[in-house]
């Protein structure tokens, strides 16, 4: 579904991703953790073509990419994202930030997607806010809605930019349960968190980077018990004792 | 004291620029804000050529006198055969120069949405264009509706140049009256007031939205 084959990517003279594969199957959960800087949400974001790479392969749903002549629109339809600082549209209500792409680019009538508006709001467990602005929202009820907006396209991949970095730990976990919950159908999922616990029990795999590069790549349960890594071994012992 | 005589003696001139000078305004002010709006994507889309064809119209607009500007079309343009009657040649060149006011401030607005918004609405596979409309335009207006504002105030009182041309506005009927009675203090005084029942509804007016918009956000 999503394969990266020696992918480079500079800023100028900045090596942000170096000979990064990696190959994420239909269905997989793939969690990718690291220190701050070391590349993961560049990672992620090229895969819907937010940054674009220097070199390398990269093909997602049977596309590639970088590819100029692609319609990256076309692209883009069918990979939800969901951003750490939610991006919701402030000047539209709940109800029309998560019909807009549906009606303006899969071009379904109002009442249909309204209804599917209402359906993934219900999911998210907030149908209720369905009338109201973003701002009158907690971070975490903003965030179950942009994964709402991003589910109403019905994508076949939904990517996460750190969704809960910038909520209070009290709604961390409201947020974590919709994207259990989401993993258990059968999403193609990609996320960058610092959430260990999520990651443990959710992902089918754990991609660990550091400094542009991917160190380590296994189930979470090797990996947690059994890095191989020095430096995934470092991160790990900072991460969780404290 | 006033002499209101002649308000009253030539209130049907005094009307009739009334009325062109609030035609021209509002053609103006909906022409400039189309083609300001138009000129600030040029200027901020991924494109270089249009960012170039951008930065050229507001830099030579906004750096040449208006009553140049409509010298262009009511003399300029004749020369090569479009011709246009007062009225039409100075309130395209009002629209032609305001826009390039208008064009910084919406740039200006699009350029405080932040960046998140643009790639919330790429990344679900809207067009450049389509978050253009729905998302990032919507949100930069609000923001600048005070500088709009000036601009639009600005608007009323420049098209006083369309007197220059004959352009059957208030300005022009006031040098007409003046020149007719030989009075002058007492006919510009109420020229101005008839600008001033255009132009300060204009400012409460803003003044009202930008209360209200800074509620709803």
Redesign the interface.
């Known amino acids: 579904m999503i394969y990266f084959h020696q992918v480079n990517k500079y800023y100028g003279d900045f090596h942000v991703l170096k000979d990064i594969n990696l190959t994420i199957h239909q269905g997989e959960v793939v969690v990718i953790i690291g220190p701050s800087g070391s590349g993961k949400s560049t990672l992620v974001r090229c895969i ?1 073509r ?1 940054e674009t790479i220097t070199s390398g392969e990269l093909i997602v749903d049977n596309v590639k990419v970088n590819d100029k002549n692609i319609d990256i ?2 692209l ?2 069918n ?3 969901v ?1 750490q ?1 939610f ?5 539209m209500t709940v109800l029309q930030n998560i019909t ?2 549906p009606m ?3 071009r379904i009538p109002e009442k249909e997607a309204k209804e599917t508006a209402m359906y993934y709001l219900e999911k998210v467990g907030i149908p209720d806010k369905a009338n109201a602005y973003p ?1 009158e929202l907690s971070g975490g009820q903003q965030q179950r809605v ?1 994964i709402a ?2 589910l109403a ?1 019905k994508p076949k991949i939904m990517l996460f930019d750190e969704p809960t970095s910038a909520l209070d730990p009290e709604t961390i976990g409201e947020v974590l349960d919709v994207m259990k919950q989401l993993a258990k159908e059968g999403m193609t999922m990609v996320v960058v968190t610092h959430e260990m616990g999520f990651a443990r029990e959710v992902a089918d795999r754990i991609v660990f980077m550091d400094q542009g590069r991917i160190l380590e790549e296994a189930p979470p349960e090797e990996f947690f018990s059994n890095p191989k890594e020095e430096r995934a071994k470092v991160f790990l012992r900072r991460i969780l004792n404290h | 004291m006033l002499r209101y005589s002649i308000l009253f003696d030539h209130w049907d001139m005094y009307m009739q620029g009334f009325v062109n000078t609030l035609k021209a305004s509002v053609l103006a002010l909906i022409g400039s804000l189309i083609i300001g709006i138009i000129i600030a994507i040029f200027r901020i889309a991924p494109i270089r050529p249009l960012n170039w064809l951008g930065a050229a119209y507001v830099e030579f607009i906004r750096n040449i006198p208006l009553v140049l500007i409509v010298f262009v079309f009511f003399v300029g343009l004749p020369a090569v055969g479009i011709r246009f009657d007062p009225f039409t040649a100075g309130t395209l060149g009002l629209t032609v120069y305001t826009a390039a006011f208008i064009a910084e401030v919406i740039r200006s607005g699009i350029l405080a949405v932040p960046k998140g918004q643009m790639e919330a609405a790429r990344s679900s596979g809207l067009t450049y264009l389509q978050t253009m409309r729905y998302i990032i335009l919507p949100q930069a207006i609000k923001m600048v509706i005070p500088p709009l504002g000036n601009q639009f105030i600005n608007l009323v009182k420049n098209s006083s140049v369309l007197g220059v041309i004959a352009g059957l506005d208030l300005m022009y009927f006031g040098d007409l009256i003046s020149s007719e009675t030989f009075v002058t203090f007492d006919v510009y005084i109420f020229v101005a007031l008839f600008y001033l029942v255009l132009t300060i509804p204009l400012s409460l007016g803003v003044g009202y939205l930008e209360r209200r918009l800074a509620k709803s956000r």
Do not use: D, E, T, W
């Open positions: 819907n937010l629109n076309q883009r339809r990979i939800g994202m951003f600082h991006n919701l549209y402030p000047h807009l792409a303006k680019v899969l701002s942009a907006r991003g396209m």
